[in-house]
Nanobody, 116 residues
Framework: QVQLVESGGGSVQAGGSLKLSCVAS????????LGWGRQAPGKEREFVSV???????KYAGSVEGRFTISRDGDKKMVYLQMNDLRPEDTAVYYC??????????WGQGTQVTVSS
């Protein structure tokens, strides 16, 4: 059974930082890209970032330059360092696994709230 468990969400003021973590289990991640999506209130879930096993990264334009994704293959973990947070970053952030056009697996999500 695939499980993705996120942690690190919370509330910050605009300009602040948070780091999200996700641990994967029940899945062979050796050929599986890990990453993050988010869903703001009243909106559909959207892609945020993805990282390959070789370290190749991809970001949504809205977060590029502010967010940094990384992974620890040995620990089956993926991280999202979020800097210079803005109120429009407020959303539930989901860890995702096995990305092609979208993630095949999703975690339960962690809330990030940014106040102005």
């Amino acid at each position: 059974q695939v499980q993705l468990v996120e942690s690190g969400g919370g509330s910050v003021q605009a300009g602040g930082s948070l780091k999200l973590s996700c641990v994967a289990s029940g899945i062979d991640i050796r050929n599986c890209r890990l990453g993050w999506g988010r869903q703001a209130p009243g909106k559909e879930r959207e892609f945020v970032s993805v990282v390959s096993l070789d370290g190749t990264t991809k970001y949504a334009g809205s977060v590029e330059g502010r967010f940094t994704i990384s992974r620890d293959g040995d620990k089956k973990m993926v991280y999202l360092q979020m800097n210079d947070l803005r109120p429009e970053d407020t959303a539930v952030y989901y860890c995702g696994a096995c990305y092609r056009d979208d993630f095949l697996y999703w975690g339960q999500g962690t809330q990030v709230t940014v106040s102005s």
